[in-house]
């Protein structure tokens, strides 16, 4: 389910609006490539056996690995006509609440919290969530920070 905005005017009345995005496979190839371009090569990402028997009980995502894919994930849950750029202006309040093990699922959950007029458009703060297919908790929260302009 996506959000659909008529115009960046109209932004400010999607405030509490909803839209959750599709599953996504964490693989190991993902989080061996992962390790190699940041150089975090911490034996519970790389090593099945040490992490078998490591506190998770299987390798896991980096948790930057899993806040990188907030693109992936959140890709087309808003679409706002009439809107020529749109700027990723940061993130607020990060967290990396449980960890990803190889294999899991996950995707991406958004509620558009805050809309505010800038300057040539207007800013919205989206409370995001990385799900884990069947966990218990997410695996990040946080509160982007994005400016649409027309």
Same mark, same amino acid.
């Given at each position: 389910?996506?959000? %659909?905005? !008529?115009?960046?005017?109209?932004l400010? !009345?999607? %405030?509490?609006?909803?839209? *959750?995005? @599709?599953?996504? #496979? /964490?693989?190991?190839?993902? /989080? &061996?490539?992962?390790? !190699? =371009?940041?150089?975090?090569?911490?034996?519970?990402h790389?090593?099945? @056996?040490?992490? &078998?028997s490591?506190?998770?009980? =299987? *390798?896991? &995502?980096?948790?930057?690995?899993?806040? $990188?894919?907030?693109?992936?994930? *959140? #890709?087309?849950?808003?679409?706002?006509? +009439?809107?020529?750029?749109?700027?990723?202006?940061?993130? @607020?309040?990060?967290?990396?609440? $449980?960890?990803?093990?190889? +294999?899991?699922?996950?995707? +991406?959950g958004?509620?558009?919290?805050?809309?505010?007029e800038? #300057?040539? +458009?207007?800013?919205? #703060?989206? @409370?995001?969530? /990385?799900?884990?297919?069947?966990?218990?908790?997410?695996?990040?929260?946080?509160?982007?920070?994005?400016?649409?302009? &027309?």
């Open positions: 389910m996506s959000i %659909v905005v !008529d115009s960046p005017a109209a400010p !009345d999607a %405030v509490g609006s909803t839209a *959750t995005g @599709d599953w996504f #496979a /964490i693989s190991q190839e993902r /989080i &061996a490539a992962f390790a !190699d =371009a940041t150089e975090d090569w911490q034996w519970i790389l090593d099945a @056996d040490r992490a &078998a490591g506190p998770f009980g =299987a *390798t896991i &995502a980096h948790g930057y690995l899993t806040l $990188s894919l907030l693109p992936r994930l *959140t #890709a087309g849950l808003l679409s706002v006509a +009439g809107t020529a750029m749109v700027v990723n202006y940061g993130l @607020d309040k990060v967290r990396f609440v $449980s960890p990803v093990k190889v +294999g899991a699922r996950v995707r +991406g958004a509620v558009i919290a805050e809309v505010t800038v #300057a040539g +458009g207007y800013q919205f #703060a989206v @409370d995001q969530t /990385i799900e884990i297919e069947g966990g218990g908790k997410p695996a990040v929260v946080a509160r982007g920070l994005y400016r649409f302009y &027309a």
